[in-house]
């Protein structure tokens, strides 16, 4: 079983709908990675966060460290926003001293006009 | 904005080489790591570094792979004999702090032949 777990793989919508991408993940974190990678492969890190939520234009994103799963949104979505979104969780190893990111499988999403 | 930045973008290399892949993280970061995607796959983490030595890394992370910095600046990643399978994007990320968010490069795409 994976330890990052996102939903859905594959999401299209049209263009100004709203858009919410899950992430479940089932080990002990500090922070949680919200990523973008664009068709050329480069990776942009959108969010990082350990609880509550943050904004950042028309991207919010939501953490409940008790029920280990966060969201992202997309308020209006456009075209641009067509990318593979990635969620990484920063572990804490048995120590707590140290921490890697273990990435979901990623949503391709695809927003058409 | 500060960057961080990969060379090369794509290096095609023959089975049993050699390649050092190369990485300028952000000039005031402390941690750096490398990742790798196999194609359709999700981003694995290789290996954390700081203080001039390896802080954590995982089983892909084998004999074959080692890791540098030089000069201060550049950090490198090293393949000691190439295999077929070690064909993907290998991405570099460096951090201010360990909890901090993490700020990727585009990636060297690499194919091994």
């Known amino acids: 079983k994976n330890e990052v777990e996102q939903s859905p793989q594959n999401l299209t919508a049209q263009e100004g709908e709203f858009i919410t991408i899950n992430c479940s993940y089932s080990?002990?974190?500090?922070?949680l990675h919200w990523l973008q990678q664009h068709p050329g492969g480069g990776i942009v890190s959108l969010f990082m966060?350990?609880?509550g939520k943050k904004k950042h234009g028309r991207l919010i994103a939501t953490i409940n460290i008790q029920e280990k799963h966060s969201s992202l949104h997309i308020t209006a979505s456009h075209p641009r926003d067509s990318a593979v979104y990635i969620c990484?969780?920063?572990?804490?190893?048995?120590?707590?001293?140290?921490?890697?990111?273990?990435f979901g499988k990623g949503t391709k999403l695809s927003v058409k006009p | 904005e500060p960057e961080v930045t990969q060379t090369p973008s794509h290096q095609v290399t023959q089975m049993g080489q050699e390649v050092i892949l190369r990485c300028v993280p952000i000039?005031?970061?402390?941690?750096f790591y490398w990742y790798r995607q196999i194609l359709g796959q999700k981003v694995e983490f290789l290996v954390s570094f700081y203080n001039n030595e390896i802080s954590e890394k995982s089983e892909i992370f084998d004999d074959q792979f080692s890791v540098e910095r030089p000069d201060g600046s550049n950090f490198t990643l090293k393949i000691r004999s190439t295999k077929l399978e070690d064909s993907a994007m290998y991405f570099c990320?460096?951090?201010?702090?360990?909890?901090?968010?993490?700020?990727f490069g585009q990636g060297t795409r690499l194919t091994v032949v």
């Open positions: 990320a460096s951090s201010l702090r360990l909890m901090t968010e993490a700020f």
């Open positions: 000039s005031n970061h402390l941690y």
């Open positions: 990484a969780a920063v572990r804490m190893n048995y120590g707590g001293s140290q921490g890697n990111l273990i």
């Open positions: 966060l350990s609880s």
């Open positions: 080990v002990g974190i500090s922070a």
